[in-house]
């Protein structure tokens, strides 16, 4: 706190000026995955890439911990986006990489196993999740670790 006063700026300015990094961040991958949708909407490269643009513009900055910490509800949408895109959407990435398509074949099925454990472990979480919040009564549970 003290260098921050050292060079004139206040904490609300801090706060200011991470919002903004945060939200141009979010704009310019959604706009990055907008121009590659548009562009590669008929291939399945095109659309995964997109997709984990957009996820990870969405979920991946500190701003959504916050929105989490201040409103439990949202818990069950913010990992189930984290899972899609960091989880699904990068797989996908390099199973289809650089021409679209599962090659060999069964990187299809490998990639259909890989989603449903992604599924079953975001599940899991949240069960251990509720269980944490239902036994401790408080928020956050003490035991609960934010690396979704």
């Known amino acids: 706190m003290p260098a921050l006063q050292q060079l004139g700026l206040s904490p609300d300015a801090i706060g200011v000026y991470i919002l903004a990094f945060e939200v141009l961040f979010m704009l310019a991958s959604t706009a990055i995955a907008v121009v590659i949708f548009w562009r590669k909407s008929d291939d399945g490269l095109g659309i995964s890439i997109s997709l984990a643009l957009v996820m990870i513009g969405a979920t ?8 989490v910490t201040i409103q439990p509800a949202w818990h069950l949408l913010v990992v189930l986006l984290r899972a899609i895109g960091i989880g699904l959407a990068f797989v996908l990435f ?7 398509k599962f090659i060999p074949a069964w990187t299809g099925w490998l990639t259909l196993g890989w989603a449903a454990f992604i599924l ?3 599940l899991f979480r949240l069960s251990t999740f509720r269980l944490a919040l ?9 035991s609960w670790s934010w690396g979704c």
């Open 60 to 67: 991946i900055l500190p701003s959504i911990n916050a929105l």
């Open 94 to 100: 390099f199973y289809l990489f650089p021409d679209g």
């Open 120 to 122: 079953s472990t975001v």
């Open 134 to 142: 239902s036994a401790s009564n408080r928020w956050p549970p003490s």
